[in-house]
Every structure is written in C-alpha cells, then in structure tokens.
C-alpha cells in the first residue's frame, strides 16, 4: 500500500536534540507527529513550539507507552531515539545494564510489537531506530557503560525484525554521528539538524527501500 498523504509519527525522546530536530523534520514533510518524553513540563513545552503534540512517556514504565499507543490507535512512523548514557563500570554494582537495555532495546520492541495491529491494517509502516557507532562490532564497539551493548543489540533487533514484520513495513537503523545535544556535548561537529537527515529519510522511504539495514549519512555502514 503507499504512503499515507499524512502519515502518523511518534518521536520518542522528541523534546530535544535530534529526536526534536526529527519531529521538526516530520511535520515540515506533513506528518501529523507526536513526540513522547519523560518530563511533562518539557514535553508539553517543546510539542507548543513545534505544534505538535505531546505523550508522556518513560520507557521504563510500560504503562506510558502502552496507553500513548492505545489513545492514538498505532502510529505509521516510530522513531526510536530515546538514550541514555552513563560512564560506569559494568562491573560496578551501579552499572547502568538493566536500564540501558530496557530504554534503547526493550522498551522499543515493545513499541514495535503494540504498532503492529495498525501496520497489519495500513499495509504501510516505518520504523527508524537511532543507533551509534558505538553499537558497531566492527568500528570496536565502544562508549562508556552499558551504551555501547544496547545499540548492538538494538542493531541486532534491526537486523532480525523484517522476518516478522508485516507486509509494506520497513525498520532500518542510523548512526547520526557525533551530535551538539546534551549527550554529544557542545564541541560535537554536527548539529541536532544535520544528524536528523538520515533518520527523516528512512522514516518516508518509498516501497522499494532498503529494509534492515544500518546508515550514516544515508549509506550502509558496517555493523
């Protein structure tokens, strides 16, 4: 089926950095986008600057994901943007695995899964899930923490999802690089906007788009 002349789109983590620079990107093309973060007060306040609107959600609580898809009915695009990242051992007793792998892997399939009686009913559907190089074996799989390990696995998700999806769905993964964001830091050489480009051309790919593959700067880059 094509695309939707508007499609629907949620924007996790969308209330600053690349996921808003996404959500902003969205809406220029036409989407209808709501963008999904932890805090209210700076979700409500970035979704009035965009004109957009707001889901509270933390994906380390089901509950909030779970109603934000219930209440819209499924969503045509899912971008998977919200991180976290911490420099702690993963030997240390505060090792930040367990939330890492909930926030950036869990938690997404999650969305995945709850998106797929929409997808199965639109014949059409999107999945874009921000990635790093960092989660690359074969760039040295690097970072601090457990950040590294849940975009690998994240990646793997990627990977292994189009056997499963249904039909007209695609999911594709992108690094965008070292980003001037609250992670990236401002000495970073992109900023939230030029990171975006990837992901908003994987999130309106046409039919004959790649599918489980992993881009920078709209090219295949190693896993």
Known sequence: MTRPLHPTALVTGGNRGIGKAVAAGLKAKGCRVTIGARSEEDGRQAAAELGTAFARIDLTEPDSYFDAIVQAGGFDILVNNAGILNDISLL???????????????????????????????????????????GSFSAGLGGPGAYGIAKAALNAVTKALPRDLPPGVKINACDPGWVRTRMG???????PEEAADTALWLALLPEDGPTGGFFRRREPVGW
């Open 185 to 191: 830091g401002p000495s970073a050489r992109l900023s």
């Open 92 to 134: 240390s007793p505060r090792s930040d695995f367990a939330e890492a792998m909930e926030v950036m892997v869990a938690a997404p399939l999650d969305l995945v899964r709850l998106n797929v009686p929409h997808w199965r009913e639109s014949g059409w559907g999107r999945i874009v899930n921000l990635s790093s190089g960092w």
